[in-house]
């Protein structure tokens, strides 16, 4: 059955709790001051069709941050930027990918903005198919029940993605045979301009979850804490091998769908709306409340967040382009490694 999640009332974290949300609140800092940045490339045409995390970056976090990476892995799609810097994507990395160079080591610099890919943290290849990796996820989790290993995969969907028929395949595959999935919705209640009630019947995904036997839980994904504490849940019914869970976090999208999209199907309270929701300040203010942050220290690491980035966007933007001899590499098996990953392919990597 499904349940509704209710953030729990303010009180005095613990030490491990208080440091967890200080992680969370600083690295949705620089998601945010990256995801604006990118934006803005988009804007200057230095960038190509950008999607964003905004809005999403706390339930993102809070979500990867249960995994091991390298050891869990974790399929993305292509708003996921907030959660691929939780398992260690820097933004220097985004950067080369989202200007084209060549030492871009997701794919090379043949990927769009945030299309991630890295077997060094765990993270599948994100594809820009709705709900393309989740099949591969089940896939990864079935490998390891194969392999004798406890490693669980999280696959992350928006709505619209819940909607593919591929996605009910994956679950229904994945609970029949009790595999180690965490399936994470980032319901933002549009699939680019199609809003929820008109892509299906009920008022929350979490609902489905029950003809799947998996449990289903709904929780407001601009509160961390209440997000991470059912992703830890997820990802220890998984390890344990009692089968697959369903999260659905509610998020707002407080950017058009795309750089590309005008977002003039929805109304200006919509969007107003999407705007107050932003979960940034939320946690900003439930931690200074909580005497965890102060609010000059909280000016001070988004001055810091914003500087990081624009370091690194200026770094990423010296390094060459891809030599146009490259345009065939990778595309099929025996091409040399890109230089990123020859240690990870190295012989003596794999015993």
């Not at 399929?75 to 691929?84: I, M």
Request: glycine share 8%; hydrophobic share 45%; with cysteine.
């Amino acid at each position: 059955m499904a349940t509704t999640s209710q953030p729990a009332p303010p009180q005095a974290a613990p030490d491990e709790t208080a440091a967890l949300l200080l992680r969370i609140w600083r690295l949705a800092l620089v998601a945010r001051a990256l995801d604006e940045r990118l934006w803005i490339l988009s804007r200057q045409g230095r960038a190509n069709f950008v999607l964003t995390a905004r809005g999403h970056e706390v339930a993102q976090i809070a979500t990867a941050l249960t995994l091991r990476p390298g050891i869990d892995s974790a399929w993305f799609y292509y708003r996921d930027l907030a959660a691929a810097l939780a398992l260690g994507v820097s933004p220097y990395e985004v950067f080369l990918g989202a200007l084209g160079r060549a030492a871009d080591p997701h794919s090379g610099s043949r990927q769009l903005t945030a299309h991630f890919s890295s077997p060094r943290l765990g993270i599948g290849s994100v594809s820009s198919v709705v709900a393309g990796g989740i099949p591969h996820a089940v896939g990864a989790a079935y490998a390891a029940r194969v392999l004798g290993q406890d490693a669980v995969a999280m696959a992350y969907f928006g709505d619209g993605g819940a909607s593919s028929g591929q996605t009910h395949e994956a679950m229904n595959l994945a609970a029949v045979h009790k595999l180690g999935v965490v399936f994470v919705c980032e319901n933002n209640g549009w699939a680019l301009s199609v809003p929820l009630h008109q892509q299906m019947p009920i008022a929350s995904l979490a609902e489905r979850a029950s003809a799947y036997a998996m449990p289903g839980w709904s929780v407001d994904g601009t509160d961390a804490l209440a997000v991470h504490r059912l992703a830890a849940e997820a990802v220890a019914r998984a390890r344990a091998g009692q089968g697959p869970s369903l999260i659905e976090a509610r998020v707002p999208r407080m950017t058009p769908h795309s750089s590309q999209d005008d977002d003039t199907y929805r109304s200006e309270a919509e969007r107003t709306a999407a705007q107050a929701a932003d979960p940034l300040p939320r946690l900003r203010d439930a931690l200074i409340a909580q005497g965890l942050l102060g609010s000059d220290e909280a000016a001070a690491a988004w001055t810091q967040a914003r500087a990081m980035v624009l370091a690194d966007e200026e770094r990423a933007a010296v390094q060459p382009a891809p030599e146009a001899g490259r345009a065939r590499r990778w595309l099929f098996a025996g091409d040399p490694p890109h230089e990123a990953h020859e240690a990870d392919e190295a012989p003596e990597a794999h015993p």
